[in-house]
C-alpha cells in the first residue's frame, strides 16, 4: 500500500467500474481525488463476473422506467467506451410457450433459420434483438488510461475497515493508514455496507450468484439467446474467457441474505450442468455444450425490487455527515444517471463533468 496521501478532495472507495468512473467524474473538478480498491486490480469483482451485456431494454419488458433508460443510454456508454464493445454476435430473445411473464407482441421476430434452433413445442416465438456486449478486461484498459491520464491516485490492495464522520469531513481508515475527505463514496457495491460508518439504510439483498462458463455448439457461433420471462436461461459470448456465459434464473443464485443478516457459512457447488440440461430443453443444440468451469460473486439489488425489472440507482447519503455517501447501480450505463443525481445534491458534484470519461465531453471542454 503506496502513495496514499493523508488528506484529498474526495475519495472513492471500490475499485469496480462505478467507481472508477465516479473518481474520473469528480476529478473535473476537484485536484485531489483518491481511489481505493481492496483487491490487487480494478473490475475484478461484480463488474467482471456478469454476462457482460449491455442493455436496450428488452431484458426490462416488466419495468418501462428501467427499459427506456437502458434504450436511451446503451448509446452513451457504447460511444464514451467503444474499445470495450463486443457487437460481433446477433442477440436473439426467445418467449417461453409456457411459464413467461410476457407475450411476443412487442419484438420483431428473427428469420426461420435461427427460430429452427428451439424446441418448437417450447418457445412461442424468437426475436432479434439490437444488443451488444462488452469486454470486461477492455474496460479495465481503458479506465486505467484515463485515470492515469486524469491523476486520479489509485490505491489498489487496500482494504478500508472503517469510516469515522467528523466535523468538516469523514476519515477514511485501512490497515496501517488513513486518509481524510470532505467527500466520500461507497462504491463497493453494497459490500461495504454495515462494516464502517457508511451503513446502507435501505434494505438490500445480497445474492450469492454463479455464471457458468461453456465451450458452445457450432450452432451457436455469433449468436446470444435469451428465454424470456421467467425460470429460463441466457447464454452469450464472453471474450475475455473465449467462451459462452450461462446463467439461469433458478440455478445462478445459490443462497441470499439481507442487509442486517449474517451471510451464510456455506460453499457453492457448481451448477453448471443442471443449468445446461434444463437449458437444453429449450436449444437442444445445448447438449452439446461443454461446461468449462464457473465465476462466483455477490449479487447486490434493492430489496423492494426483488419482485421486478426494476433496477434504480440508489444514492444514499448520511444525514449525519453529508459528505459520506453510499452508491449502487443495477447496470453499467445507469452510470451516467448516477451523475446526475450526484450534481444536483450540489457540492463539487454540481461543478463536474465528463471530460475524463467521455471523449465528446473532452473535445467540447477543449474546443
Not at 493508514?177 to 451503513?199: C, E, H, K, L, W
Not at 448520511?318 to 453499467?332: I, Q, S, Y
Not at 451516467?336 to 450534481?343: I, M, S, T
Given at each position: ?360 465531453a473532452a473535445r467540447a471542454v477543449t474546443a
Amino acid at each position: 500500500m503506496t502513495g496514499i496521501p493523508d488528506s484529498a478532495d474526495v475519495v472513492i472507495v471500490g475499485g469496480g467500474f462505478y467507481g472508477a468512473c465516479l473518481a474520473l467524474f469528480y476529478r473535473s473538478a476537484a485536484s485531489d481525488v483518491v481511489l481505493l480498491e481492496a483487491r490487487d486490480d480494478l473490475l475484478t469483482r461484480a463488474s467482471y463476473v456478469n454476462q457482460a451485456r449491455i442493455h436496450t431494454g428488452f431484458h426490462y419488458p416488466r419495468s418501462f422506467v428501467t427499459a427506456m433508460r437502458s434504450l436511451a443510454l446503451h448509446r452513451r456508454f457504447r460511444d464514451d467506451f467503444a474499445e470495450a464493445v463486443v457487437d460481433d454476435f446477433t442477440m436473439l430473445y426467445a418467449i417461453a410457450a409456457s411459464g413467461s411473464k410476457v407475450t411476443p407482441q412487442r419484438f420483431e421476430r428473427a428469420g426461420r433459420g435461427e427460430a429452427a434452433l428451439f424446441a418448437e413445442d417450447r418457445v412461442a416465438a424468437v426475436f432479434h434483438c439490437a444488443e451488444h456486449g462488452f469486454n470486461a478486461v477492455a474496460l479495465r484498459r481503458v479506465l486505467r488510461d484515463r485515470l492515469a491520464q486524469a491523476g486520479v491516485i489509485v490505491a489498489t490492495g487496500s482494504e478500508v475497515t472503517a469510516t469515522e464522520p467528523g466535523d468538516g469531513g469523514v476519515t477514511v481508515r485501512l490497515q496501517g493508514a488513513a486518509i481524510r475527505a470532505p467527500v466520500v463514496i461507497n462504491a463497493t457495491y453494497g459490500q461495504f455496507a454495515g462494516q464502517s460508518g457508511a451503513p446502507v439504510r435501505v434494505p438490500l439483498k445480497y445474492e450469492m450468484a454463479e455464471v457458468a462458463l461453456i465451450d458452445p455448439p457450432r450452432e451457436l457461433a455469433g449468436l446470444g439467446v435469451t428465454v424470456m420471462d421467467g425460470p429460463f436461461f441466457s447464454t452469450m459470448p464472453s471474450p475475455p474467457l473465449s467462451a459462452y456465459s450461462l446463467t439461469h434464473v433458478r440455478y445462478t443464485p445459490h443462497y441470499a441474505w439481507t442487509s442486517g443478516e449474517t451471510r451464510p457459512e456455506r460453499g457453492a457447488r457448481s451448477q453448471a450442468r443442471h443449468m445446461l440440461q434444463d437449458a437444453a430443453r429449450y436449444l437442444p443444440c445445448l447438449a452439446k455444450a461443454a461446461p468449462r468451469g464457473s465465476l462466483y460473486e455477490t449479487k447486490t439489488v434493492l430489496l423492494r425490487n426483488e419482485g421486478d425489472d426494476g433496477r434504480p440507482i440508489l444514492l444514499d447519503r448520511d444525514p449525519d455527515c453529508l459528505g459520506l455517501m453510499t452508491v449502487l447501480g443495477g447496470k453499467l450505463d445507469n452510470i451516467y444517471d448516477l451523475f446526475e443525481a450526484l450534481a444536483a445534491q450540489g457540492g463539487v458534484a454540481a461543478r463536474a463533468d465528463l471530460r475524463y470519461l467521455s471523449p465528446a465531453a473532452a473535445r467540447a471542454v477543449t474546443a
